[in-house]
């Protein structure tokens, strides 16, 4: 056999006669050996061109110089390695040392992530470039150069059994080595994201009281009771009353942005009247629409209709949306809240006459933290924070929200929500807290 360069020590007996096993199905016999040994000199002096000419074909096939390049390789030592391992096939029987080079060879493959179909070719190149060579060298001996090729390829079966039992073997254990890393690599970000939502729900608290005592003072001031603040001191406060409101609905967006993450948010649920809730969203913008110059109107199309769900967040999401449209319209825009029922199912949907939305905004804009490269680019206040709790709000209630739009031709923002009834519900009684999340909607059990 050729020189020891192969750890054996992890082959013991047992995996060594089963290895051999694989020999006795391809039945090479110690006649066959014999004559391949008879060949060893020559396949000493020919294995260095042969090497050469089957990285030749190699290195044509697509992808292979970046298999190379991953491994830290070069063509050199890939035609020395492969010299070796040709010359080895003419060493005699297989032993621990042969057995060990094509257990290397399969582990090797594996880390580099040579595919099997890449076996496939290779011996076929043995056999259009190695066999011709033999049959060359006992071209006087036809029924000799038959039986050396004959024995090859059983040499070349056995070897595809062994590196391919080490190669699914390794590939196996590296896939487990990855699993155990994503896992580690998956518990640390879950640490990680549960910090942050710590962070940010106890940084918006403590920023909410100071702020809450800020507004307060700025409302007793605004009031001018005394008489003695002027115009400029007045367009000042209301500044300060603006912009902390703004504030204000940024750190309640963390605070919903916190309790979404870490799955902590609930849901009120009652029956909501659809015309009321969609009425008190356009009282509650109607001065600051108005200020801009744009108008806020609210059309129907069906009677007296309700749902189920959590009103204060079905607000939460119309006047999010509401809020959106007035702020990417200009001056004398028509804002509409259009209401629409069909198949028991509630449509709500915010038409604008922005700057319209481009296809790849449209398909992100429910995204955490996404802002078009529009919005970007204007400086227009947000945070892309707000459309994705108005998703996560809208999902919790068994619903859907989606945006048609055109670039220069406005958008409309539609919340679809199941359950529409169109008569008044029965209200009893009942001095019991509402049920905080939908495994209330559960029957009871005995």
């Not at 259009?128 to 036809?142: A, I």
Request: glycine residues 6%; contains cysteine; hydrophobic residues 40%.
């Amino acid at each position: 056999m050729s020189e020891n360069r192969f750890d054996t020590s992890k082959l013991d007996i047992r995996e060594f006669k089963a290895r051999l096993d694989y020999l006795e199905l391809t039945e090479l016999t110690d006649t066959d050996a014999r004559l391949l040994q008879s060949l060893s000199s020559w396949a000493d002096s020919v294995a260095g061109d042969f090497a050469k000419k089957f990285y030749d074909r190699q290195f044509k096939q697509a992808g292979f110089v970046k298999i190379v390049e991953a491994a830290g390789s070069n063509r050199q030592r890939l035609e020395g390695a492969q010299a070796a391992y040709m010359k080895s096939l003419f060493d005699g029987l297989p032993d621990a040392q042969y057995i060990a080079m094509r257990q290397h060879i399969g582990s090797l493959h594996a880390r580099i992530d040579v595919t099997p179909d890449w076996y496939i070719s290779s011996y076929q190149w043995y056999a259009e470039l190695l066999y011709p060579m033999v049959r060359s060298k006992l071209r006087l001996k036809r029924g000799a150069a038959n039986r050396a090729v004959l024995a090859i390829s059983k040499l070349l079966l056995f070897d595809q059994a062994i590196i391919m039992d080490e190669y699914v073997k390794q590939v196996v254990e590296l896939a487990r080595e990855r699993q155990e890393m994503l896992d580690k690599e998956n518990t640390e970000l879950q640490r990680l994201d549960r910090s942050k939502n710590e962070f940010l729900s106890g940084l918006s608290h403590e920023l909410k009281t100071p702020l809450a005592a800020m507004l307060g003072f700025t409302n007793i001031l605004s009031r001018n009771s005394d008489k003695r603040l002027d115009p400029d001191h007045l367009d000042k406060l209301n500044r300060i009353d603006r912009n902390g409101r703004r504030l204000d609905t940024l750190i309640a967006d963390l605070l919903d942005l916190s309790k979404i993450e870490s799955k902590q948010i609930t849901l009120s649920i009652e029956s909501i009247n659809v015309a009321e809730l969609i009425d008190e969203v356009r009282a509650s913008f109607e001065i600051i629409v108005s200020g801009k110059g744009q108008s806020l109107v609210a059309e129907s199309d069906h009677g007296p209709a309700w749902i189920t769900g959590d009103r204060g967040r079905i607000y939460q999401v119309v006047s999010n949306l509401v809020s959106n449209a007035s702020k990417y319209s200009e001056k004398g825009a028509e804002i509409v809240i259009r209401s629409e029922t069909l198949a028991k199912r509630l449509f709500v949907s915010v038409i604008d006459e922005g700057p319209g939305l481009e296809k790849q905004d449209q398909d992100r804009l429910f995204d955490l933290f996404y802002r078009t490269a529009e919005a970007e680019k204007s400086a227009t206040p947000g945070t892309g924070i707000g459309l994705y709790i108005c998703r996560k709000i809208v999902e919790m209630h068994g619903g859907e929200i989606s945006v048609v739009s055109e670039r220069g031709s406005g958008a409309t923002f539609t919340v679809k929500l199941p359950g529409v009834e169109y008569t008044a519900p029965v209200t009893i009684a009942d001095d019991r807290p509402r049920f905080q999340n939908r495994l209330a909607d559960l029957p009871a059990t005995a």
